[in-house]
Each structure stands twice: as structure tokens, then as C-alpha cells.
């Protein structure tokens, strides 16, 4: 047998500067910042998007893209600032990445995850906002590994054990601690509604211009329907987090510290941590009134114990684009590439979200 090569690390790195130095560019380009956008007379002003001062857009709106999403709850992260009274958001996700997780004799992940997630919020008071949101996906054997396997020879991060399996393949095999082998084909891929999750968010700081805003949050996820072959098995999951966001200038940038406790410490024969925690960190660029660039990244804590790369901190980067269309609604897309640890994300994941949410609340003037 041919041995393993690692993929060169230093490829990687040339990507992310080459998507920092893209979105620099970019920002150049769109020049000073544009003055507020004068209506024509009849014509509604345009409200700012986010209730707080300290938030511009807002940080990408996705969790992360580790396949070890399957054991326990996904938060996506969030604008840090709370509905008005009254208002509406509703919001759709769509995730779609490809995994080759090779762990040896211990395990191997070779498929495709499209992953779409559905929530609604409702402002209570100016400053506290419920959400119900659900999630839906389907794990097949997908058509991105051409792609892939073209980008790595391109440059130069080649994985020889990627090109060794076969194109298009659904395999999930995992070795439990008694010896034994549990593996799922083909013939188990297909749709899975995965889970409901339900959020409070709270302000506890609304922020101003020169001032940053701080939102706690708390989510649980309650499981729902039968356990399906090579899916998350059940549990109910609890999370808690703080983000925060700060204006400087024609920036904006954020954070985020969370930690999610898992209900079930058992999964398909894994021995899971209870807990896992997660700092997230953005920086967008207002290159319009309506239009931003977003940079960000997030770092994960392990998930299990004994049990290869997923033993170890995940590390992702995202560059994407947030745009206005109109008063209502806000579209993102973003592309998400794993970073010094491989074997524990998507080898590439692309994100697209569109939030509409009520013009007012009660009491809006």
C-alpha cells in the first residue's frame, strides 16, 4: 500500500491570504464610504438593518462546518442586537460541504452534507427576542470531489488518500472501543430532519457608536423523529453564549464566546466530551449602505476523547458577502475553508442565508 501523504500546510495558508488580500482589494475598490442614500419624495427611508449603532450587517450567520455537528446542537452565531417589540424575523440557511475525514483504523468520513435550517424570531420587549428554528439534511455521496481534488492539485495540497477513493461515495465507518465496526454505505444516504432548537436572546448593552453592544443567548435543542443510520443519535442539547459587536469608522467587528453541553455522552461508539466550547471573531467591512464584506473566523474545542483529529480544536475561516436588497431582506454567501487541523471540517463548505424581518414593531416610529 502506497503510504499516506499529508497535505503540505503551507498551501493553506497561501489561500487565506489570498482571500485577506482578495477583500482588501475589493474594499479599495469601493473607495470612500458612500453618504446614506437619499429617497426620492414618496420613497421610505431606509432604516439602518440592526437596532444597535455598535452593529453594522452583522457577522456571518453560520455554525460551524465540522462533521462533528452530527454528535451534538449547531449555533449559529448571530447579530449581536435584538429585535424590536413586536417584530418578525424570518430566516432561512442553506449549508452545502464535502468531508474526507481519513482517521485510519479508526474511522473514515467520505460524503456530502447539504444542510437547510429554518427559524422565525419574535421580539418580546425592545431588549429580549424568542426563536423556534429547525433543520433538515440530506448525506449522500455528492458531487464536489472533482472540484476538490482539482483545487488541491492546483495548489499543490495534494491528499492521495482522497484520490485513491472513489468519486461520489457515501461511506461513514467508525471502529467502537470494543474492536467492532460500524459502517454505513450508500444505501443508508437520504434526508434526515435532524432537530428543533429553541433560542432566547437578551441585550444586556445596546451599544452606540462608539460604544459596543453585548447580547447573551441560551439554546436548547430537543431531538426529533427516529435515529437514522450514520445521523445524530438523540440527546438534548443545551448552549449558552455572549456576543458582542463594536463600530470603528467603516468597520465593524465582533465576538463571540459560547459553549454547548452535550445531552448524550455516547454516539455510534465515540466517547464524547460533555462539554465544548467555541470563540468566534469577525471584521466587516461597509463597502456600501447596503453591501459588506465579512471576514471570519472561528475555533472550536474537541468533541471527543481518544479519537484522532476529532480529539482536537477545529479551526475555520470564512470570506463572504452580506447585501441589502431592498428594506426587508438581507442575503449572505460565504465559502468556509479548514485551517492547521484537517481532518475534523469540511474540506470546503459554501454558505448562503436570506433573513427577511418586519418593517416595524409596536411602538416603532
Not at 465593524?252 to 454516539?267: E, H, K, T
Not at 480529539?311 to 449572505?332: C, I, N, W
Request: charged fraction near 20%; charge should be neutral; proline fraction near 6%.
Amino acid at each position: 500500500m502506497t503510504p499516506a501523504v499529508t497535505p503540505p500546510r503551507r498551501p493553506r495558508w497561501a489561500i487565506l491570504a489570498a482571500a485577506l488580500l482578495l477583500a482588501g482589494a475589493l474594499a479599495q475598490a469601493a473607495g470612500p464610504e458612500a453618504p446614506a442614500e437619499v429617497p426620492a419624495v414618496g420613497d421610505p427611508v431606509l432604516e439602518p438593518w440592526s437596532t444597535s449603532p455598535a452593529v453594522g450587517l452583522g457577522p456571518l450567520t453560520q455554525g460551524s462546518q465540522s462533521p462533528a455537528t452530527m454528535f451534538h446542537l449547531d449555533h449559529p452565531f448571530g447579530t449581536p442586537a435584538t429585535l424590536r417589540e413586536g417584530q418578525w424575523a424570518v430566516q432561512e440557511q442553506i449549508d452545502w460541504a464535502n468531508y474526507f475525514c481519513d482517521g485510519g483504523d479508526r474511522y473514515l468520513l467520505d460524503y456530502e452534507s447539504l444542510r437547510f435550517r429554518l427559524g422565525v424570531a419574535y421580539g418580546v420587549t425592545d431588549r429580549t427576542q424568542v426563536g423556534i428554528a429547525s433543520s433538515t439534511s440530506y448525506q449522500g455521496g455528492g458531487i464536489l470531489d472533482g472540484f476538490i481534488e482539482w483545487f488541491e492539485r492546483s495548489v499543490g495540497a495534494i491528499n492521495h488518500d482522497r484520490l485513491r477513493a472513489p468519486r461520489g461515495r457515501y461511506l461513514f465507518r467508525v471502529r467502537n472501543r470494543d474492536g467492532s465496526i460500524l459502517e454505513y454505505g450508500g444505501q443508508d444516504s437520504g434526508w434526515h430532519v435532524e432537530h428543533v432548537a429553541f433560542e432566547v436572546k437578551h441585550q444586556l448593552l445596546e451599544g452606540s457608536e462608539t460604544t459596543p453592544s453585548l447580547v447573551a443567548s441560551g439554546i436548547v435543542k430537543l431531538p426529533v423523529g427516529n435515529q437514522v443510520a450514520g445521523r445524530p443519535d438523540g440527546g438534548v442539547d443545551v448552549g449558552a453564549r455572549l456576543d458582542t459587536g463594536w463600530r470603528l469608522g467603516r468597520f465593524n467587528l465582533y465576538g463571540s464566546l459560547g459553549v454547548v453541553a452535550f445531552g448524550n455522552s455516547d454516539s455510534h461508539g465515540i466517547d464524547l466530551l460533555r462539554y465544548q466550547p467555541s470563540v468566534m471573531s469577525a471584521v466587516e467591512y461597509r463597502a456600501t449602505p447596503r453591501t459588506s464584506l465579512v471576514v471570519q473566523g472561528l475555533l472550536s474545542g474537541p468533541v471527543a476523547r481518544h479519537f484522532g483529529d476529532f480529539s482536537d480544536r477545529t479551526v475555520e475561516f470564512a470570506v463572504g458577502v452580506k447585501h441589502r436588497v431592498g428594506r426587508d431582506l438581507l442575503l449572505e454567501t460565504s465559502v468556509v475553508e479548514n485551517l492547521m487541523v484537517y481532518g475534523n471540517s469540511a474540506d470546503v463548505a459554501f454558505h448562503a442565508g436570506l433573513t427577511w424581518r418586519s418593517a416595524k414593531g409596536r411602538g416603532w416610529k
